[in-house]
């Protein structure tokens, strides 16, 4: 049974830093590229990040307002672990963050990912 589980939400200020951990079990993680989501509350859940199965490439949100720049993604084959460290947070990072597994390739499309976790609060206050 493949389970993803998150940690590291929580509450923090504006400006302030959250490192989220997803550690998985139940597949083998090295073959996987692996990606984080967000959902706000009344919006879609919009991608994030995604790092590939070697961790040599990753690849941001783009749009305005966007991750680029704050959020680094990054894992630990051996741990079968993925993180993101989340830095410069603002009240539009508020969100429950999901971890997914992809056995293929890293893509920004919710729907090509095979596994997810049940997420983790993040929330920014200004």
């Known amino acids: 049974q493949v389970q993803l589980v998150e940690s590291g939400g929580g509450l923090v200020q504006a400006g302030g830093s959250l490192r989220l951990s997803c550690v998985a079990s139940?597949?083998?993680?090295?073959?996987?590229?692996m990606g984080w989501f967000r959902q706000a509350p009344g919006k879609e859940r919009e991608f994030v990040a995604a790092?590939?199965?070697?961790?040599?490439?990753?690849?941001?949100?783009d749009t305005a307002g966007s991750v680029k720049g704050r959020f680094t993604i990054s894992r630990d084959n051996a741990k079968n672990t993925v993180w993101l460290q989340m830095n410069n947070l603002t009240p539009e990072d508020t969100a429950v963050y999901y971890c997914?597994?992809?056995?293929?390739?890293?893509?920004?499309?919710?729907?090509?990912?095979?596994?997810w976790g049940q997420g983790t609060q993040v929330t920014v206050s200004s």
């Open positions: 997914a597994a992809n056995l293929d390739r890293i893509v920004p499309f919710a729907g090509e990912y095979d596994y």
């Open positions: 790092i590939v199965w070697s961790g040599g490439s990753s690849y941001y949100a």
């Open positions: 139940g597949l083998t993680f090295r073959r996987y590229a």
